[in-house]
């Protein structure tokens, strides 16, 4: 079945660089686009970036544009979150989303797998 495993979580300080990785088994890595979602404390789970299948199409979330960079790597079935410039508001548990086909959309209702989730926290 489908799985994708986040790591590369944890505590750093305002302006400091973390890179979040998410492991993808079970289908066609290939054919699917990829999503990074974030959620913090008693707020809706937000889109944060999105790349396609092919790896030539991204989004951001205005919050991040500029910050992070998302990048998948299809030999290793593994997309990347780049996150640079981190600031106290980007603290939240981030989770790397999947869904087939090309197009990356925004909504979290368009993306049927789900990981488990890895805590970034931004301390300032």
């Known amino acids: 079945q489908v799985q994708l495993v986040e790591s590369g979580g944890g505590l750093v300080q305002a302006g400091g660089s973390l890179r979040l990785s998410c492991a993808a088994s079970?289908?066609?890595?290939?054919?699917?686009?990829m999503g990074w979602f974030r959620q913090a404390p008693g707020k809706e789970r937000e889109f944060v970036a999105a790349i396609s299948s092919s790896g030539a199409g991204t989004s951001y979330a205005d919050s991040v544009k500029g910050r992070f960079t998302i990048s998948s790597d299809n030999a290793k079935n593994t997309v990347y979150l780049q996150m640079n410039s981190l600031k106290p508001e980007d603290t939240a548990v981030y989770y790397c989303?999947?869904?087939?086909?090309?197009?990356?959309?925004?909504?979290?209702?368009?993306?049927?797998?789900w990981g488990q989730g890895t805590q970034v926290t931004v301390s300032s």
């Open positions: 079970g289908y066609a890595f290939r054919n699917y686009a």
């Open positions: 989303a999947g869904r087939f086909g090309t197009s990356t959309p925004t909504s979290r209702y368009a993306y049927p797998y």
